[in-house]
């Protein structure tokens, strides 16, 4: 049994302008100790995926499918049953630290603040013990706990937030763009911290990202999308360097290639915008950007096949046939 399953999840939110698609038939699992990465660019419903898995949307969406933690559909809990498995079995690191942490309240306030709410036999002593192990395991000071957001740094805030989302021992826990805006060594640390995290206490993790470079170098398997669909899922060592879908090999090629020099490469951009989810293309959906589209490709929305290496998968047409990097 998958600590999460999420099956043909769709997401699709109510607008003055009409029905809006924002998630298309998303299907993935994460396991145990396992990190699985979600890549793609702004607007592609990365977040509004991650929101779905603790029915956090707003009521203007109208969801799909189904979400299965421990082998329990999150849509079919009761209010009182999802408030006590929020926090306390699958946790969310949202994006933006500093407009997620209230900035009249203390940090340490706010760690304790999931603690004090699940569990009504601590008190403010033992809170205030947890915190400081809290603080400790994602390599912060305890006295940090005295300090406002304000008062301490980008990667610390984000440490913070990673805390506060450990704080009542998830076994799930969803990073949305946990780098965001975080200089290079700073977003090396907190992979490493949330690597250790998933290593030491069997987490299960998902990384929401825009750089595939950086899911490609800290998950175990990562899946890409585009306008709501996943495009192509697999290891993702293997994703990173032999992607299969045309639109993978343009998230890479954005990337530059250092150190060797033989690929070292300049990146990449990709021309075109991405679709408006209100408005979308027949067919395939990446089709008006594609390098390598066909005339079969404006009528056919494809599917995920196998592809490339064991366990890879590609929503292409031309899955197979030999593709210009």
């Known amino acids: 049994m998958s600590l999460l399953e999420v099956r043909d999840l769709s997401v699709t939110y109510r607008t003055a302008g009409g029905l809006v698609p924002a998630v298309r038939g998303v299907s993935l699992t994460v396991e145990a100790g396992q990190s699985v990465g ?4 702004s607007g592609c419903g990365k977040s509004t995926l991650a929101a779905s898995l603790l029915r956090l949307l707003p ?3 109208k969801v799909g499918g189904s979400v299965l933690l421990d082998d329990e559909d999150v849509y079919t809990m009761s209010f009182g049953r999802l408030r006590a498995a929020r926090w306390a079995e699958a946790a969310i690191v949202f994006q933006g630290a500093l407009h997620s942490l209230n900035p009249v309240h203390r940090i340490g306030r706010q760690i304790a603040e999931p603690v004090l709410l699940h569990d009504s036999t601590v008190d403010g002593a033992a809170a205030s013990r947890r915190v400081s192990e809290l603080l400790d395991q994602v390599g ?3 006295r940090m706990a005295k300090s406002y957001p304000h008062e301490v740094s980008g990667g610390q805030r984000q440490r913070v937030m990673i805390a506060m989302a450990l704080a009542c021992s998830p076994r799930l826990l969803v990073a949305d763009e946990p780098t965001t805006a975080l200089d290079v060594m700073v977003q ?7 690597d250790g995290l998933v290593r ?3 987490l299960g993790l998902i990384v929401i990202s825009h750089d595939l470079s950086v899911l490609g170098t800290s998950c175990d398997r990562v899946a890409v999308m585009y306008a709501g669909r996943l495009m192509e899922v697999g290891p993702a060592r293997q994703v990173f360097d032999a992607p299969t879908h045309p639109y993978t090999m343009a998230l890479s090629a954005a990337f530059p290639t250092v150190g060797d020099p033989v690929a070292r490469r300049a990146p990449r951009g990709l021309p075109g915008d991405s679709p408006y989810a209100g ?12 390098p390598m589209s066909v005339d079969e490709c404006t009528s056919v929305d494809p599917v995920l096949v196998p592809a490339g290496a064991a366990g890879q998968l590609a929503a292409c047409i031309r899955v197979g046939q030999e593709v210009p990097r």
């Open 38 to 41: 979600i890549a793609g660019e």
């Open 140 to 142: 912060l000071p305890a």
């Open 279 to 290: 408005d979308l293309p027949p067919g395939c959906p990446f089709e008006p950007r594609c």
């Open 200 to 202: 030491e206490l069997r």
């Open 188 to 194: 090396a640390q907190v992979l490493a911290l949330l």
């Open 59 to 61: 009521s203007s969406a």
